[in-house]
């Protein structure tokens, strides 16, 4: 509420935008750099949107390929049409967003692993109907977008100015009455109910702003890419790859996407074109070392590493001398 | 006195914050709850006492919307809620406390209680104001200097006071208390009955489930007496005690024992 709530963390966010965001100016051909920094924060932008249901409502979904999916289509068919890219942004992710509806409606009454297992069933499919929607997709021989793109610098601030809106989302969720629920629920979803908790609305509102979202990266990278194919942008590894993302860096909290995300691509980057699929037996082991010892994922580990004490929430709670009553950040910075 | 008053209800009905009629609840071959009628009267303490078995937690889920009633209507403040969803019937302004406390383990014991107070009855308010009223309920509640340690480092005795304040921050006109006794030691029950009387001060009308006998028969007005899912007595502490029937089923036949557990 005050400025006395916010933690260096917060502010830490913007000063590290505006840093992120003079890189292009520096190093305006350096495209290995700006390649690096687009999928990075194409992908800290679907780590914080998935967070939103995976983290703060607990609900581990397997399925936001889909997701990626509807929203690279939708962008490159409205291209294909006519349309300039930057203005279907929003209409990918108001069609993943309605589609997460479908799914949200009945998925989001199972509870735990059979969620997870639904949202698996429910991504596949997707995968193998846009395949066989040969006339819609192009099916297996994919679908080639229009070449006349801007600069990768262009691309480098579009997928930051994704991550900072879908940051500035899961800040705000989290410090909300929205987000309270969410915490709620997720720990216990019949005494949400009891006090008041719509807890059926709440979980798929989760789920439509971090589909929407998700759809929102989706459209970018089809105009990145400029060539879709459904067992790329729909593949299960996408799907995955946003569960490792939040695990790694931190599930529930703001910063693990973030840490995850770029520890995720670091990984990649440095080890893909010299030992192909050797990032994935990294990513296996990281994940074991840090379910193990670190729940809390690689955020949980700088907050240790910080000489921070930490209660092993997505909401934490400050340490307060005794007797006052210091607001903890969960609900320090908005509203 | 062997059978509960048949017109009490009716007369009552209007003015009762909680009326059930008729409600029975099956779980398959097994009659849970059978026809049970009963009028609750406003700002007054209700006890609900039986043996293990009764039906008396199944009553309290069909109240809160968790169950819905097999046959039969539970009316609240002046609304049917039969089949409304636990969180609408909060909203009405009727809270149930869980036999087994389930506090949100990662919040504090501050957010525990802003969930009630920020999602509750009355109007929609603002996480400062939810904060706010959280801290009044807690100093109410006697928790407030345990506000910001997380709930899942209080004690048991502390734990049945943060289920009671996270239902009081719900702004509730019913609240109904299940077992919030069970399992405390001697003095804490003295200070919990305290707190439940404290409450009823402020015009709450309390139906309570309770195996503490002296507590219940202390604190309550009136007592609802239930075996194998029928209402068997219905009547004021002493006259429930005094009740043979209540004696047989409830203390065991030959009834001699004080009425402790």
Known sequence: MKAAGLRPAAAAAPALGVALALVPLIAPHNITVLNLGFFTFLYVAQGLAWNILGGFAGYISFGYAAFFGLGAYTTALLWLHGWTPVLTFPLAGLCAAAFSLVVGVPTLRLIGPYFSIATIGVGEAMRILMLNLDKVTGGASGLNLPTVVPSKGWFYLAALAIAAVAYVTAVWVRGSRFGLGLAALRMDQDAAETLGVRTALFKNVAHVISAFLVGVCGGLFAMYFQYLHPDNVFSFTESISLVLIALIGGIGTIWGPILGAAVFFAVQDYLQTSYPAFHLLVYGVLLIVILLFEPRGLAGLAARLAGRRRVPAPVAVTPAAPGTVAPPPAQGGAL | MSAPAPDFGAATM??????????????????????????VESGKITGLIGPNGAGKTTI???????????????????????????????????????????????????????????????????????????????????????????????TLAQRKRLEIARALATRPSVLLLDEVLAGLTPSEVVQAVTLVRQISARGITIVMIEHVMHAVMNLSHRVLVLNYGRLIADGTPAEVTGNREVIEAYLGAGGDETPHD
């Open chain 2, 14 to 39: 209007t003015s009762s914050p909680l009326v059930l009629e008729h409600v029975t609840k099956r779980f398959g071959g097994l009659v849970a709850v059978e026809s049970v009628t009963v009028a």
């Open chain 2, 60 to 154: 309290f889920s069909v109240v809160s919307g968790h169950l819905a009633p097999t046959t039969g209507r539970v009316v609240a403040l002046g609304h049917d809620i039969t089949g409304w969803s636990p969180h609408a019937v909060c909203r009405l302004g009727l809270c149930v406390t869980h036999q087994l406390v389930r506090p949100f383990p990662d919040l504090s014991v501050l957010e525990n209680v802003m969930v009630g107070a920020a999602f509750g009855g009355g109007a929609r308010i603002a996480a400062r104001d939810a904060r706010r009223e959280a801290m009044a309920v807690l100093d109410f509640a006697g928790l407030a200097a345990r506000a910001e340690q997380p709930a899942s480092a209080l």
